[in-house]
């Protein structure tokens, strides 16, 4: 099983539409999650980074529940722009909080 | 402007001619990583470094080599590069706790 596992993807959707990733990590005791948004052929950029309480980032909405170990990140009112790939980040646990584990990421389509 | 810059950001080579690959970071941080990135599998760690003269292995480790002289910088060395390390590679630093991580612009290896 691996240690950080996403929705495989590619999402394809008009713009508009509301769309939910999701995320579940194997490693009870990491520390930290974030999401990062990654453009073709390009370095990954930090999204957001994700809290037990929930946040918030305009059309961007991040979840953590440690209990299921399962992080999503929702997209309301799809741009164009969002079309990326999407990848969950969780860091710390046995290791001190110096591994960093990506997952593969779930690439998004916004169509016109 | 903070950032992280990898040289060079395109290589091509031979099978067993020795290479390197430079990071620098002006921001200070304490942690350092390098990664690759292949098609299907993601990021994966190669190594990582909590501050000067110390290092660890990530998850894919073979056939590279890191060191950290000094806070900024931190090269990737391949003593000798094979096909299999033909890959997508991003440096990557981040301040202490459980921060999020800076990425350089990324660097195109292809081993022939």
């Known amino acids: 099983r691996k240690e950080v596992e996403q929705d495989p993807g590619p999402f394809n959707v008009p713009e508009g539409a509301t769309v939910a990733f999701n995320c579940t990590y194997s490693?009870?005791?990491?520390?930290?999650f974030f999401w990062y948004r990654q453009d073709c052929r390009k370095e990954p950029k930090l999204l957001m980074s994700?809290?037990?309480s929930g946040n918030e980032d305009g059309r961007f909405t991040a979840q953590l529940n440690r209990a299921s170990q399962y992080i999503s990140l929702l997209i309301r009112d799809s741009k164009l722009s969002d079309s990326a790939t999407y990848l969950c980040?969780?860091?710390?646990?046995?290791?001190?909080?110096?591994?960093?584990?990506f997952g593969a990421g779930t690439r998004l389509f916004v169509k016109a | 402007e903070a950032q992280v810059t990898q040289n060079p950001r395109y290589l091509i080579t031979v099978t067993g001619k020795k290479l390197t690959v430079t990071c620098s970071q002006n921001?200070?941080?304490?942690?350092m990583s390098w990664y690759r990135q292949d098609p299907g599998l993601g990021l994966r760690q190669i190594y990582y470094?909590?501050?000067?003269?110390?290092?660890d292995k990530g998850d894919v480790p073979e056939g590279y080599k890191v060191s950290r002289k000094e806070k900024r910088n931190f090269p990737l060395i391949l003593e000798s590069p094979s096909p299999n390390q033909t890959s997508l590679y991003f440096c990557?630093?981040?301040?202490?706790?459980?921060?999020?991580?800076?990425f350089g612009d990324g660097t195109r290896l292809s081993i022939l």
């Open positions: 990557a630093s981040r301040t202490g706790g459980n921060q999020p991580q800076h």
């Open positions: 490693n009870s005791a990491s520390q930290s």
């Open positions: 470094s909590m501050n000067v003269e110390v290092t």
């Open positions: 980040v969780v860091l710390g646990g046995n290791t001190g909080g110096f591994k960093t584990i």
């Open positions: 921001m200070n941080h304490e942690y």
């Open positions: 994700v809290y037990s």
